[in-house]
């Protein structure tokens, strides 16, 4: 009899120990905040208690890359009692969808880590901004002949609502030099881009590439192919 005092004792001691332990609970762990325009700052309210019997402690918070956390009004929580945690999202460098996660360290011994998700679709407002159109990507200069220079152009035009301006140009190689007519465009202007092919020291197929990096805010990069097939005499 006195055995199965004892274990039941242990059994009620056990359980009574289970049920003081701190528990965070959110009521919600994850939250998505849709459609985000670039560059905007969003926030949201995560709303945790605490389900335990004893007192609830946050050690510590963390933020993946993109959001921070704003100050905790207190670290530490009754049984029961509620609390939040205000999280910051920055979207200035973000495209597409994003998922970022928080980190919450506290005392509850079975699982001190808590983790809790903010998604978002960052897309890019183009109202009012530039962009850029060319009217071919691709030149083939055909048969060649090794030793000479070859020239071709790529009429691009802005189709946008601003100033645009061709930031860089940059070659994959020193044989294709671009040089464009013009850097700034007025909406609705014209220019062109000329490309000269040397063949110098060439033999066979040549593919060679074109950067156009310009402020086009939706298609910053732009890529022209030109192509050879170069014939030694």
Do not use: W
């Given at each position: 009899?006195?055995?199965?005092?004892?274990?039941?004792?242990?059994?009620?001691?056990?359980?009574?120990?289970?049920?003081?332990?701190?528990?965070?609970?959110?009521?919600?762990?994850?939250?998505?905040?849709?459609?985000?325009?670039?560059?905007?700052?969003?926030?949201?309210?995560?709303?945790?208690?605490?389900a335990?019997?004893?007192?609830?402690?946050?050690?510590?918070?963390?933020?993946?890359?993109?959001?921070?956390?704003?100050?905790?009004?207190?670290?530490?929580?009754?049984?029961?009692?509620?609390?939040?945690?205000?999280?910051?999202?920055?979207?200035?460098?973000?495209?597409?969808?994003?998922?970022?996660?928080?980190?919450?360290?506290?005392?509850?011994?079975?699982?001190?880590?808590?983790?809790?998700?903010?998604?978002?679709?960052?897309?890019?407002?183009?109202?009012?901004?530039?962009?850029?159109?060319?009217?071919?990507?691709?030149?083939?200069?055909?048969?060649?002949?090794?030793?000479?220079?070859?020239?071709?152009?790529?009429?691009?035009?802005?189709?946008?609502?601003?100033?645009?301006?061709?930031?860089?140009?940059?070659?994959?190689c020193?044989?294709?030099?671009?040089?464009?007519?013009?850097?700034?465009?007025?909406?609705?202007?014209?220019?062109?881009?000329?490309?000269?092919?040397?063949?110098?020291?060439?033999?066979?197929?040549?593919?060679?590439?074109?950067?156009?990096?310009?402020?086009?805010?939706?298609?910053?990069?732009?890529?022209?192919t030109?192509q050879a097939?170069?014939?030694?005499?």
């Open positions: 009899m006195k055995k199965i005092v004892f274990a039941f004792f242990i059994m009620v001691s056990i359980s009574f120990a289970q049920f003081i332990k701190p528990q965070m609970k959110f009521v919600e762990d994850t939250f998505d905040f849709g459609k985000v325009k670039q560059n905007d700052v969003v926030e949201h309210t995560f709303e945790f208690y605490n335990g019997g004893d007192t609830l402690k946050i050690l510590d918070v963390s933020a993946s890359c993109g959001c921070s956390v704003g100050k905790l009004s207190k670290r530490e929580f009754a049984a029961g009692e509620k609390g939040t945690i205000d999280v910051r999202f920055d979207t200035r460098g973000k495209f597409g969808n994003q998922v970022q996660r928080i980190y919450i360290r506290t005392n509850e011994p079975d699982n001190p880590t808590k983790i809790i998700t903010i998604k978002a679709q960052v897309y890019i407002d183009t109202t009012g901004a530039p962009k850029i159109f060319f009217d071919k990507l691709f030149h083939n200069f055909g048969k060649v002949d090794e030793g000479k220079k070859y020239e071709t152009s790529f009429a691009f035009t802005n189709i946008g609502q601003g100033t645009l301006e061709i930031v860089d140009i940059q070659s994959s020193g044989c294709a030099a671009a040089i464009p007519q013009k850097r700034k465009l007025n909406p609705g202007e014209t220019s062109e881009v000329k490309v000269e092919f040397n063949s110098t020291n060439y033999s066979g197929l040549v593919t060679r590439y074109i950067t156009i990096r310009s402020n086009d805010p939706a298609n910053p990069e732009i890529y022209l030109i097939e170069v014939v030694k005499k």
